[in-house]
């Protein structure tokens, strides 16, 4: 039997998704361990392995088939846009898509005036400006912190993820349209799907049977 690779998101989706693979008996004591430095870890008797890597990686490693499975944002995911079959809402890291900025731009977007958009997710910012709500925008790329581009007038609005809505308050900030839901998904990629059905599919079911 070949091992399955898991490329996990490392950051905040890595504890919940390890605590759902527990449940459904795939365990990785070792991957746990904060200090370590290690990258690939192997359960030997399931003929698995697991990696962490940087979250907008996963997409990478899965169409490539680097790794079989994934378990990514679908943010991330959306943004993307890599070649891969999407299979279970894993329900964990959920919060939305948003369009946010300062109440005053409210209005810039209803007039369909020429904004500024600042966003780590520059693909999700122009389909949704673009295609869906046909609105000529700029869209500057950030890597993270983006609540801070409408408080200096980098741009008018952002768009970003909104849990809580936490950070946006404490700025002074709004959500002032939604895009989409978003969660953690399992990813596969579309060889491995075909030649491990039967692993994939029981994987599928097990996780299914504890959501
Ligand atoms: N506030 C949040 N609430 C719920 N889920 C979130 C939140 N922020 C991010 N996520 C989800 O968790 C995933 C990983 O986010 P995380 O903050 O760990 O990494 P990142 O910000 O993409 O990476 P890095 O911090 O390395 O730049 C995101 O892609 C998204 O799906
Ligand atoms: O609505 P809230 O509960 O406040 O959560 C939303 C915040 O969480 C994420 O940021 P993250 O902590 O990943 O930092 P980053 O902005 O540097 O990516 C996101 O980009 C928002 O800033």
């Not at 997710?121 to 949704?128: F, S």
């Not at 990813?187 to 079911?205: A, D, F, G, P, Y």
Request: proline fraction near 3%; aromatic fraction near 6%; charge should be neutral.
């Amino acid at each position: 039997m070949r091992y399955l690779t898991f490329a996990l998101a490392k950051g905040r989706l890595a504890k919940k998704t390890l605590e759902i693979f527990e449940k459904i008996g795939i365990t990785c004591e070792e991957i746990k361990d904060p200090t370590s430095r290690k990258l690939i870890f192997v359960n030997e008797e399931l003929k698995l392995k697991f990696f962490l890597s940087k979250a907008t990686d996963v997409p990478t490693y899965v169409e490539y088939g680097a790794a079989d499975i994934g378990i990514v944002g679908k943010d991330t995911i959306l943004e993307e846009g890599r070649k891969m079959y999407e299979v279970v809402d894993l329900g964990i890291g959920k919060c939305r898509m948003c369009v946010a900025g300062p109440e005053s731009a409210r209005e810039l977007l209803q007039h369909h005036e020429q904004i500024r958009v600042a966003s780590k997710y520059p693909n999700i910012a122009k389909d949704y400006f673009y295609n869906k709500k046909h609105q000529t925008v700029e869209i500057i790329k950030l890597n993270g912190s983006v609540e801070l581009a409408p408080i200096v007038g980098l741009a008018e609005v952002i768009v970003d993820i909104v849990e809580t809505g936490a950070t946006l308050r404490e700025n002074g900030l709004d959500v002032l349209e939604e895009i989409c839901p978003l969660s953690a998904r399992m990813v596969v990629n579309q060889v491995s799907m075909k030649m491990e059905n039967e692993r994939i599919t029981k994987l599928i079911n097990d996780l299914k049977s504890v959501l």
